[in-house]
């Protein structure tokens, strides 16, 4: 794992870069950027699209840092509504530990609520539509 300061202040992983299905060489979308705020003097992280399989490229990448890189994520923005774009989200939205913003088309928020009332698994997240339309869940 990197370690980030002010003068080493950033890192992008390329956790997949577009596949049919996840696996482990080859995964679909997702990639991971970790960067240095000066404001919490401590890295924080972003997920750009987050597709089936990311935690578990997460892991791979990070093996027993793993847990460290979860704790600075903040938010997970999302292109669009393909399933190799978002359907990983889940993975992190139902793990226990802080609350993530989403980002993404309106549709999103909708998705998610029927998705965490028919699982009948509570999704711990803030949704911003890309809109601007926010809906607390």
């Not at 990311?54 to 923005?77: D, K, S, W």
Request: hydrophobic letters at 45%; charged letters at 15%.
């Amino acid at each position: 794992l990197k370690t980030l300061s002010a003068k080493d202040p950033y890192q992008v992983s390329f956790l997949g870069t577009g596949a049919a299905i996840p696996g482990k060489y080859r995964n679909v979308s997702g990639i991971l950027v970790r960067v240095w705020d000066d404001v919490l003097n401590e890295p924080v992280a972003l997920l750009l699209d987050c597709g089936e399989g990311t935690l578990g490229q997460v892991h791979r990448l990070f093996g027993p840092e793993t847990e460290m890189v979860l704790r600075e994520l903040r938010a997970i923005c999302l292109s669009h509504l393909h399933a190799d774009h978002h359907l990983g989200a889940l993975s992190f939205l139902d793990a226990p530990g802080h609350r993530l913003c989403v980002f993404g088309p309106a549709a999103f928020g909708p998705w998610f609520e029927e998705y965490s009332a028919a699982a009948g698994i509570p999704l711990n997240y803030q949704f911003a539509s890309a809109s601007g339309e926010q809906i607390i869940a």
